[in-house]
T-cell receptor, first 116, second 114 residues
C-alpha cells in the first residue's frame, strides 16, 4: 500500500515571499503524483501532476513541483505567493497501471496562509 | 464550475434520520467517487463506481449506502449515522482508462450529525 505524508499542516507566509510545501510518499511500485488545491468552500481542483518525462512540472499560476525519486518527494514551490493562493493543498499518489478507475491516496493537506 | 454538482451544500441530521446526498456530473465521465474529508485527517476514499458498477468499497460502514443509477448520477444514502460521521463529503468524477488521471471534484456536502 502507498501512503503520503505532508509534513506541515499549516504554512504561514507573507505576500510575495517564496514558499515550499513538502510532500513525501511511500510506495513499493511506481506512482503518479499530484497536487490538488482546495479554496474555501470549494471542492478540490487539480493544480499539477507528474506522470512521466521531465521531473519538474509547472502549473499555469506559477506553482511548480519536482519529482525526486531517490527521496520519494514531490515538493510544491512558488517563488512569490499572492493573497489569492491562500488555500488547502493536498498531495496525492496513484499507483501506475492500477487499472480502470482513478483511486488516489491523499496526504493530510497543508493550509497555506498568505498574509499581507 | 468544475462540472460536478453536489446537493445539498449543507445538511444537519439527527442520528435516527435518513437522508441522501446527490452528485451529478456533466462531463461525460465514466467513473464517479465518494470521498470523506474530516478535519485533521487525509481524504478518505469511500466508494468507486466504474461504468455504474461499484469497484471499490473501502471498508465503509453499512450506514452509508451508495447508488449509481447511471454514469452521470451518484447518490450516498445515509441512515442511523453517528456524530463522528460529521464531515465534508466530496463527490468526484473522471474519465477512467484514458490515461488522463484527473479527478474533477464537486464542492461537497457539509454534513453535521447531531
Amino acid at each position: 500500500a502507498q501512503s503520503v505524508t505532508q509534513l506541515d499542516s499549516q504554512v504561514p507566509v507573507f505576500e510575495e515571499a517564496p514558499v515550499e510545501l513538502r510532500c513525501n510518499y511511500s510506495s513499493s511500485v511506481s506512482v503518479y503524483l499530484f497536487w490538488y488545491v482546495q479554496y474555501p468552500n470549494q471542492g478540490l481542483q487539480l493544480l499539477l501532476k507528474y506522470l512521466s518525462g521531465s521531473t519538474l512540472v509547472e502549473s499555469i499560476n506559477g506553482f511548480e513541483a519536482e519529482f525526486n525519486k531517490s527521496q520519494t518527494s514531490f515538493h510544491l514551490r512558488k517563488p512569490s505567493v499572492h493573497i489569492s493562493d491562500t488555500a488547502e493543498y493536498f498531495c496525492a499518489v496513484k499507483v501506475m497501471f492500477e487499472g480502470v478507475g482513478n483511486m488516489l491516496t491523499f496526504g493530510g493537506g497543508t493550509r497555506l496562509m498568505v498574509k499581507p | 464550475e468544475t462540472g460536478v454538482t453536489q446537493t445539498p451544500r449543507h445538511l444537519v441530521m439527527g442520528m435516527t434520520n435518513k437522508k441522501s446526498l446527490k452528485c451529478e456530473q456533466h462531463l461525460g465521465h465514466n467513473a464517479m467517487y465518494w470521498y470523506k474529508q474530516s478535519a485533521k485527517k487525509p481524504l478518505e476514499l469511500m466508494f468507486v463506481y466504474n461504468f455504474k458498477e461499484q469497484t471499490e468499497n473501502n471498508s465503509v460502514p453499512s450506514r452509508f449506502s451508495p447508488e449509481c443509477p447511471n454514469s452521470s448520477h451518484l447518490f450516498l444514502h445515509l441512515h442511523t449515522l453517528q456524530p463522528e460521521d460529521s464531515a465534508l463529503y466530496l463527490c468526484a468524477s473522471s474519465q477512467a482508462g484514458t490515461g488522463n488521471e484527473k479527478l474533477f471534484f464537486g464542492s461537497g456536502t457539509q454534513l453535521s450529525v447531531l
